[in-house]
T-cell receptor, first 114, second 114 residues
């Protein structure tokens, strides 16, 4: 398996623009997580899905953030409108129950909002 | 006070040294303890996984959990330059319920000098 695939790897955009990050989890994994990582706050869980259903989105900062998982092999995280404080590395991770604490992370999407 | 505290370092050691990395936590309900390693510009990868108290050894790596002191450690023997990375501790009180949230430390940056 190719692992968790994220795109784009790097994104530079201007404040106010829409940003869409994409993730393909490992085939057969039934949990998918979106994390954000910054130097100051470390890894923050934004949202996670189980069998394509959002389970906990309490970490989503505000209404500007939304996430979808239309099928078992694809998820998106959208920021609209983007702000400079959204600049961070966004990671997607997947896991297989019952070992759901064992996360396999993608390489991340580095977002810079100017 | 954060639920999980981890000294960010940086920690710099000579090749061959024994390295000790630590995290303290406040939630006595945590049962699952993990160490993830993150190389620069990469996603975290699972290094060690322990349940409850005790030690676990894997090659040059030993993970220790002391639940009475709410303290976990990762020891690296005969450290190598390839061990240079950020080490993140993570923990969970996951049980048969639906809590898939890991609580993360900020990570300790380690440099092993040849």
């Amino acid at each position: 398996d190719a692992g968790v695939i994220q795109s784009p790897r790097h994104e530079v955009t201007e404040m106010g623009q829409e940003v869409t990050l994409r993730c393909k989890p490992i085939s057969g994994h039934d949990y998918l997580f979106w994390y954000r990582q910054t130097m100051m706050r470390g890894l923050e869980l934004l949202i996670y899905f189980n069998n394509n259903v959002p389970i906990d989105d309490s970490g989503m900062p505000e209404d500007r953030f939304s996430a979808k998982m239309p099928n078992a092999s694809f998820s998106t995280l959208k920021i609209q409108p983007s702000e400079p404080r959204d600049s961070a590395v966004y990671f997607c991770a997947s896991s297989l129950a019952p070992g759901a604490n064992v996360l396999t992370f993608g390489a991340g999407s580095r977002l810079t909002v100017l | 006070q954060k639920e999980v505290e981890q000294d960010p370092g940086p920690l710099s050691v000579p090749e061959g040294a024994i390295v000790s990395l630590n995290c303290t936590y406040s939630n006595s309900a945590f049962q699952y303890f993990m160490w993830y390693r993150q190389y620069s510009r990469k996603g975290p990868e699972l290094l060690m996984y322990t349940y409850s108290s005790g030690n676990k050894e894997d090659g040059r790596f030993t993970a220790q959990v002391d639940k009475s002191s709410k303290y976990i450690s990762l020891f690296i023997r005969d450290s190598q330059p390839s061990d240079s990375a950020t080490y993140l501790c993570a923990m969970s009180d996951y049980n048969a319920g639906n809590n898939r949230k890991l609580i993360w430390g900020l990570g300790t940056s380690l440099a092993v000098n040849p």
